[in-house]
């Protein structure tokens, strides 16, 4: 038998520029991203909001990829979970692509991560396209959640 679903999700702002509510809000759906995915035993994720400068040094040191990335996971070898890595500077340039704000972007790339964690990838356009619907899919079940807790 699995063992009962718990998590850790500890939100990380390097940039100092988000405010504590959005930081509650994205760690709470980094959980409920990884319950939604079936997720069993005691998660640990940390959520590290940077600047584009750290994360394209982990992108080229990791990657070997000397640019700019929006995201990048790193699953723990100890617990089940990881980081999950954001510059946030590139997701508010990357945020108008899709018309949304900020917080909206930060949302969806939190759900990407916490995807990533749970084994999904991204690699083949097929596999993309799967990733961005379920993480649509998970933002819509997160958002109907909170809409129907406030009622």
Do not use: K, Y
Not at 71 to 76: C, E, L, Y
Not at 143 to 151: A, K
Request: glycine share 4%; hydrophobic share 40%; with cysteine.
């Amino acid at each position: 038998m699995d063992a009962p679903f718990t998590c850790t999700s500890e939100p990380v702002d390097l940039t100092e520029e988000l405010d504590d509510a959005l930081l509650d809000e994205l760690a709470e759906l980094c959980c409920f991203a990884l319950e939604s995915e079936g997720a069993t035993g005691a998660w640990e994720v940390s959520i590290v909001l940077t600047s584009d400068e750290h994360l394209t040094r982990l992108h080229d040191d990791f990657m070997g990829i000397p640019e700019p990335t929006d995201i990048m996971t790193f699953p723990s070898d100890d617990v089940p979970g990881g980081d999950v890595v954001i510059s946030v500077a590139q997701a508010d340039r990357q945020r108008h692509d899709d018309a949304w704000d900020l917080p909206s972007e930060l949302r969806f790339l939190v759900t990407h991560g916490a995807l990533h964690l749970a084994d999904w990838d991204d690699a083949t356009v097929e596999d993309r396209a799967r990733m961005l619907d379920r993480q649509r899919a998970i933002l819509a079940a997160f958002q109907s959640r909170d809409s129907s807790s406030n009622r």
